[in-house]
């Protein structure tokens, strides 16, 4: 990130190995758009696909986009995207957003995953369940009523009043939330058909300002209550409903696809976290 003059530079990718990272691109503009209109300092919104280590070097965030999570990682690992990603997600700790696809990718444990076949990220201490609605016949939309959109300050919408119309599209789920503790993936890799992103320990620099935390739930899918795998002091109402929206510090995660609504409003919100998080990095 760069400033000249009193405009903040700030740059945003768009992973574009595989899935729906042209429609990420298209509401991220708009989303800036909306939020010029307040701005008390003028920003410089770079929004670009990323496809290399050296395009990911320039990024201040990332969204990881829906799509084929296993080709998504196939990609990345042929095209040495890999550990890049996992540093700049784990180490360096900038933030990032997994919709979908990109929530499995970012996940610490994903199960219905044959050994070998999927390679995960991480930045999010919980297991998810892929493809826990079926197949993509059984796709479905459903409103959301996502309490921090209430946060949002973009200009042109209600953000208090008016559900999220969401769209789950082979969409996985977090079945459980993982304590922020070393060692607990040794026990996840036990689990049958269950694979677990490697460990990276955080630049100490990075954590001293920014507290990584447990992993916060920020919206449930009413109506499909689950047998919700989590300590009972964190355990939701029983009517709650399935995990379809979490947060760990700067590392967000969607089961859904935002990109596809035309509804800006997460983006906006997004970007103000993103905004949050450049302006709490410690100086280089």
């Known amino acids: 990130m760069g400033s000249t003059e009193g405009v903040m530079d700030i740059t945003v990718g768009v992973l574009a190995l ?31 696909e990323v496809r290399t280590e050296s395009e990911l070097k320039s990024c201040d965030a990332l969204i990881l986009p829906g799509g084929e999570s296993t080709t998504i990682s196939l990609v990345a690992q042929r095209s040495n995207m890999l550990e890049p990603l996992r540093d700049f997600v784990k180490v360096t700790r900038k933030p990032t957003w997994g919709t979908c696809a990109g929530l499995i990718l970012l996940a610490e444990s994903a199960n219905r995953t044959k050994r070998g076949g999927q390679e995960l990220i991480g930045g999010l201490d919980v297991r ?38 969401a769209i789950f599209i082979r969409a ?3 079945e459980k939330l993982l304590p922020n503790v070393a060692g607990e993936q040794e ?17 100490p620099n990075v954590a ?28 939701l109402d029983a009517e709650a409903g399935d995990i379809i929206a979490v947060r760990q510090a700067n590392v967000f995660g969607t ?26 990095r410690p100086n280089p």
């Open 128 to 165: 998810v369940n892929r493809n826990h609605f079926g197949r993509q016949i059984e796709s479905f939309e459903a409103d959301l009523n996502l309490p921090f959109l209430k946060n949002a300050n973009g200009q042109g919408f209600d953000t208090t009043q008016s559900p999220f119309r």
């Open 18 to 48: 595989q899935g729906a990272f042209n429609e990420h691109v298209q509401l991220l503009r708009q989303a800036a758009r909306m939020l010029s209109a307040k701005d008390i300092v003028e920003k410089n919104w770079i929004f670009k």
């Open 172 to 174: 996985p789920i977090v």
């Open 187 to 203: 026990g996840e890799a036990k689990v049958d058909d269950t694979v677990i992103a490697p460990s990276r320990a955080i630049d």
């Open 255 to 280: 089961s859904f696809h935002p990109e596809l609504t035309g509804d800006p409003r997460i983006h906006v919100w997004w970007l103000e976290q993103v905004v949050e998080a450049v302006n709490r």
């Open 208 to 235: 001293r300002a920014i507290n990584v935390g447990e992993v916060e739930i920020m919206g449930t899918l009413p109506g499909r209550a689950a047998a919700l795998k989590v300590d009972d002091s964190r355990k």
